[in-house]
């Protein structure tokens, strides 16, 4: 059993950055995939980025143009989102999320419909106001 803790959300203004954070109880190297997941009120779940523990491989929603950066901290277990560019469209609740993969293509490929992922925080909430 993991939890995941997020932090780091809050109110800020179009052009502007946040860094959410994804506190994991124990580790999440290994065969994990990590990733961030977005839920705006009225919107499917949209997965934002994940990352393959196993060879550190990234992948992203293309809407996000280059603004959002995915990273782990190994030694902390803890999951980084860093958001730049922040649009406001951009609002939701923020999700971090966990599971088990054999490869970094299967970790990938979940990002789609967030489907594998068997461990998810309780979300962060982030407003990006105009």
């Known amino acids: 059993q993991v939890q995941l803790v997020e932090s780091g959300g809050g109110s800020v203004q179009a052009g502007g950055s946040l860094r959410l954070s994804c506190a994991a109880s124990k580790y999440t190297y290994g065969g994990f995939c990590m990733g961030w997941f977005r839920q705006a009120p009225g919107n499917e779940r949209e997965g934002v980025a994940v990352?393959?523990?196993?060879?550190?491989?990234?992948d992203y929603a293309d809407s996000l143009n280059g603004r959002f950066t995915i990273s782990q901290d190994n030694a902390k277990n803890t999951l980084y989102l860093q958001m730049n560019s922040l649009k406001p469209e951009d609002t939701a609740m923020y999700y971090c999320?966990?599971?088990?993969?054999?490869?970094?293509?299967?970790?990938?490929?979940?990002?789609?419909?967030?489907?594998?992922?068997?461990?998810w925080g309780q979300g962060t909430q982030v407003t990006v106001s105009s």
């Open positions: 990352i393959y523990s196993g060879d550190g491989r990234t």
């Open positions: 999320a966990a599971g088990l993969f054999s490869s970094s293509n299967s970790c990938s490929a979940a990002r789609w419909k967030g489907r594998g992922f068997i461990y």
